[in-house]
């Protein structure tokens, strides 16, 4: 039966073979969190998520006791389905898809987007047709998928979809590049010349872009 992967799995399981066969050995936790750039308690998260789909074995609390129990034959990508938004989602459309995603352990949404795990490394990601021009000049355009990591961690300069919050009509729901934020004020810069840089103090963070699809006619 084939093993389905994400594609943080895959790179773990594609280190772990080199290595054994680099050194005749299996490598530590720590050398494995070292060559992800992972810390150790992560590295052996992952060991025990391939350990649960029988792809290695390992002995805990044991030094260089990985072993890789599957034929790499037998290992496939995971296609997920996600939540699709033909457009940039209002609040009451995320928090409904949230609910959905909250109360069934595998949800059927409205719309779905199909997308393997060479892409995404788990479920939690949407997808949003780009609507408003906020980011031409980053070379995003109106029509292109945003896949979108459900996530409120960011950095400055990510590119991240916002939503203003249900007392702030200043700003619409769409890409903005992540400038800085303070205490109350965050500064969204559009990469549009004809909209230039917009201060909002009342918004949320739906996630940050991860990568663009683009279906190119004739």
């Avoid at 928090?95 to 779905?112: C, D, F, H, T, V």
Wanted: glycine content about 2%; aromatic content about 10%; overall charge negative.
């Amino acid at each position: 039966m084939a093993k389905y992967l994400t594609v943080r799995q895959l790179q773990i399981l594609d280190f772990i073979n080199e290595f054994i066969k680099t050194n005749d050995y299996s490598p530590t936790l720590e050398e494995l969190a070292s060559s992800m750039c992972i810390s150790p308690p992560a590295a052996l998260k992952h060991i025990r998520a391939l350990s649960n789909k029988n792809v290695v074995s390992f002995i805990p609390n044991q030094a260089r006791s990985i072993k890789i129990i599957t034929n790499t034959n037998d290992i496939r990508l995971r296609l997920f389905s996600i939540p699709f938004f033909e457009n940039e989602p209002n609040n009451y459309e995320y928090l409904s898809y949230q609910n959905i995603a909250r109360q069934e352990e595998n949800p059927s949404y409205p719309m779905e987007y199909k997308i393997s795990s060479l892409e995404v490394e788990d479920d939690d990601y949407f997808a949003v047709r780009i609507t408003v021009p906020t980011m031409d000049e980053a070379g995003i355009k109106v029509g292109d998928i945003a896949i979108i990591k459900a996530t409120t961690e960011f950095k400055n300069n990510d590119i991240v979809l916002i939503i203003p919050s249900e007392d702030d009509n200043t700003i619409q729901s769409s890409l903005r590049r992540f400038v800085k934020i303070s205490e109350t004020r965050c500064n969204l810069e559009t990469d549009s010349l004809s909209l230039g840089t917009i201060t909002t103090y009342s918004y949320r963070v739906l996630g940050i872009l991860t990568q663009i699809k683009r279906i190119y006619n004739g």
